[in-house]
């Protein structure tokens, strides 16, 4: 099989100076060292053609001899004459000094602990659905330590997300950055209203009269009251839905809708008169 040209092999051009072919060489050794490829013989094979390219183009000698006459100055079957034969190929240990160099400086790479970045810490916060629509700020007291933080908790955060503190966590090794601190948000249940994503729930008592008839009554919503009419016929369970009156998403201007479920209550105590007049209409019924 004929040998790649070594400067194809090692990427540069053939008027490189012996910087740029240090450098290329050293990138590629690194690419290609069978430490990194243990397993991998195509890169273990790379990794010889690699340095045997930069064994002839480091040198000044063999890189004329090579310009000069291409692979076969080097062939020691080839025995025209005028060509320099008096360098060998050894192994490792033939190397030069700066070959060596660029060996000692992958093995440190590969083998010296790096700085690393700490890890994060987890604080958990309760929130009133108030707070969490609303938006607030919160002082917590990190673990172990006498500092407290001033968090803001932006408007419509929902239970489970959370606030990420930068360089606020665990410090790094060897001079790494601090990890982050995440704010975790834990929602208390409303008496009132449930929140499902941006939408609120809320369950709406009737009485059977309501229901039966219909009529128009007083209805809470987050941030006050609304007037709301009860259709004729409303069932137990229906849901009605008014739009824009849930919670503004967080970071947006979308915001979710105000859903009522209708529950018909049923009186636990009647007065005769009562009594005789649901007599009278379940006979008429």
Known sequence: MSKRDCYEV???????SEQEIKKAYKKLAMKYHPDRNPSNPVAQENFREVKSSYEILSDPEKRQEYDDFGHQAFDPNHRASGFNRRHGFGGFGQSSDDYNDIFADIFRQQHQPRPEKGSDLLYQ??????EAINGCQKEIRLPNSEQILKVTIPAGID???SVRLANKGNPGSLGGPNGDLRVE?????????ERHGNDLHYTLPIS???AALGGSMEVPTFDG???FKIPKGTQTGRKFR???????????????????EVVIT???SLTPEQEALLSELAKIM
């Open 266 to 268: 049923t009186p636990t």
């Open 125 to 130: 916060v309760k929130l009133t659905l108030a």
């Open 10 to 16: 090692l990427g540069v051009s053939k008027n490189a």
């Open 242 to 260: 008014i739009k824009g009156k849930g919670v503004k998403a967080m970071n947006s201007e979308l915001k979710g809708d105000l859903i009522y």
């Open 159 to 161: 239970h489970g997300q």
């Open 208 to 210: 059977f009269p309501t």
């Open 225 to 227: 009251h609304i007037s």
């Open 185 to 193: 948000i834990n929602l208390i249940k409303d008496e009132m209203f």
